[in-house]
Every structure is written in C-alpha cells, then in structure tokens.
C-alpha cells in the first residue's frame, strides 16, 4: 500500500513549495492567486487568508478543466496560484494535480495555514454567500 506522506513527498519533489513565512511576500499581488483547499467547516471555525479563493478539495479538478461543466474562471485567469489547507499535505498533492493538468505557476504553503497563523499572516473570516 502507497503511504499518503510518500504521496506528499513524490509531489513536493515536483512541485514549487515554501512555508507560509515566505509565501506571505505573495500576498495581495494582483497576479497571485491564494486557493483554500480546506472543508467550509474549517473556514468557518478558522477563518481563512484575506482575498484567498475557496475550492473544496473534491471540485478542484472539475473546477480547474475549461472543458468541465463546474469549470471556474480563477483557474483561466494566468495568475501564479499558491495552494494552501490546513498543514500543507493536501496542497501538495492538489499542487501536483493542477500541474499535471496544466495549470503553470502553482505552488503551495508546506506548512499550510497552520503555519500563515503562526508566522502571522492576516486572517479573515469566511466570506458570506449573498
């Protein structure tokens, strides 16, 4: 049986990835889109990174497929994308997906938002649906 952190590790070995302490110089570029990976129950007891774009784990390769009826325009828009849940692993394998689907400038948080909130990274609350 392959092991989830040998799956994590094959992806990092792949992928751009750094901690959160270092991705924050990312934050708020135009150019730059943040993607929250985690479950809306973790955003709402956690809050999440100002601006960050929501997409559950389980849409994101609908979401990121022009072709897919669920496709997304944040995933055609040519931003570098940085990835980021709750301790990094789901990010990297997520990072890896989206590259291997042809997504180009993806990268992820290895330490995830646990470690944006220890480095002191701005937090805010779940955007409200309207």
């Known amino acids: 049986m392959k092991r989830a952190k040998d799956m994590v590790a094959e992806a990092n070995a792949v992928i751009e990835h750094a901690p959160a302490a270092e991705m924050m110089a990312l934050h708020g570029h135009e150019d730059v889109t943040f993607v929250d990976l985690r479950d809306p129950r973790e955003l709402e007891r956690e809050g999440m990174i100002p601006g960050a774009f929501h997409c559950p784990r ?21 931003n570098r994308f ?24 993806v990268s992820h948080i290895d330490d995830g938002f646990t470690g944006w909130k220890k480095a002191g990274g701005p937090v805010g609350e779940k955007p409200r649906k309207k």
């Open 58 to 78: 389980g849409m994101l390769e609908f979401w990121i497929d022009p072709e897919s009826p669920y496709a997304k325009p944040q995933f055609q828009s040519g």
């Open 82 to 105: 940085v990835f980021y849940c709750a301790s990094g692993w789901r990010s990297a394998l997520s990072a890896r997906v989206a590259q291997e689907m042809g997504l180009t400038g």
